[in-house]
C-alpha cells in the first residue's frame, strides 16, 4: 500500500529536518512550498522529499496541490511544524489501509504546556461540538493529521482553498457517508510561531473560513 504525506509549508527551515528524518518507511514525503522566503525548499528537497511549489497562498491550496500531485493508494495530510511526531502516521493510516475507515482524524493531546493555546483549544472544541451535531460523527478535534483514499478525496471535489479546507473536507465526507474516526496522536510545541493559533487574529481568520465553508455546505 503507497502513502503519500502531504507536508504544508511556509517558512519551516528549522522543522523540517525533525519531520522528515521521522518518516516512516513506507511514507513518501510531499513537501508543498506556499510562499517560503527561508530555506524550506532546499532543505525538503536534500531529504529527499519531493517538492511541490504552489504559489497561490492558502493552508487549502497547498493542500490541494499535494493532493494533486500523489500518486499513492492512501494520502495523509500533518502540519510541516513540528507538533506533530510523523512516527504516528500509522495512528491514522492504517485503519484506511484496513477498510475500517474512510478518513482518519488525528485527535490532538498535548503533552507539555503551550503546545496548544487556551483561545486556539476554546475555538477548536466549539467546532467539533458543531460538527458532531450536523453530521453525527464522532469527531473531537479537526486536527491536521488525517489520512483517506486518494481517489475517494478527490471525488470530494473540495473547493475551499484557505483554512477552512479541513473542515470541508470532513462536511463532504460525512454527507457522501464516510466512515469517520478518530485516533489519538501527541500535539507537541511547534518550531516557530504559528500562522493560525500563535496569534488570536489568525484564529479569527481561520473561524471566519470556517464558518463561511459551513454555510456552503448546509
Known amino acids: 500500500m503507497e502513502i503519500d504525506v502531504v507536508l504544508p509549508c511556509l517558512d519551516e527551515e528549522a522543522a523540517l529536518p525533525w519531520v522528515l528524518e521521522r518518516m516512516p518507511a513506507g511514507c513518501r514525503p510531499i513537501v508543498v512550498d506556499n510562499g517560503s522566503t ?36 492512501i494520502v495523509a495530510f500533518m502540519d510541516a511544524d513540528a507538533s506533530l511526531d510523523p512516527r504516528q502516521l500509522p495512528r491514522v493510516t492504517e485503519p484506511v489501509a484496513a477498510g475500517d475507515a474512510d478518513l482518519m482524524l488525528g485527535r490532538r493531546i498535548t503533552r507539555s504546556a503551550g503546545a496548544w493555546p487556551p483561545h486556539a483549544r476554546a475555538a ?32 470530494l471535489g473540495l473547493s475551499d482553498r484557505r483554512f477552512g479546507y479541513p473542515l470541508e473536507m470532513v462536511l463532504r465526507a460525512a454527507a457522501a457517508g464516510w466512515r469517520i474516526a478518530e485516533a489519538e496522536v501527541d500535539y507537541l510545541p511547534r518550531a516557530g510561531r ?22 456552503e455546505n448546509a
Do not use: W, Y
Request: hydrophobic fraction near 45%; charged fraction near 25%.
Open 38 to 73: 527561508d530555506g524550506s525548499v532546499k532543505v525538503a528537497a536534500g531529504f529527499g522529499a519531493q517538492v511541490v511549489v504552489e504559489p497561490r497562498r492558502g493552508f487549502g491550496a497547498a493542500c490541494h496541490a499535494g493532493l494533486l500531485a500523489a500518486t499513492g493508494d
Open 194 to 215: 504559528s500562522k493560525v493559533t500563535g496569534t488570536v487574529r489568525g484564529t479569527v481568520r481561520a473561524i471566519g473560513d470556517m464558518r463561511r465553508v459551513m454555510r
Open 124 to 155: 477548536n472544541a466549539l467546532l467539533a461540538r458543531r460538527l458532531r451535531r450536523r453530521t453525527g460523527a464522532g469527531v473531537h478535534d479537526l486536527g491536521p493529521m488525517r489520512a483517506a483514499r486518494r481517489d475517494a478525496l478527490l471525488a
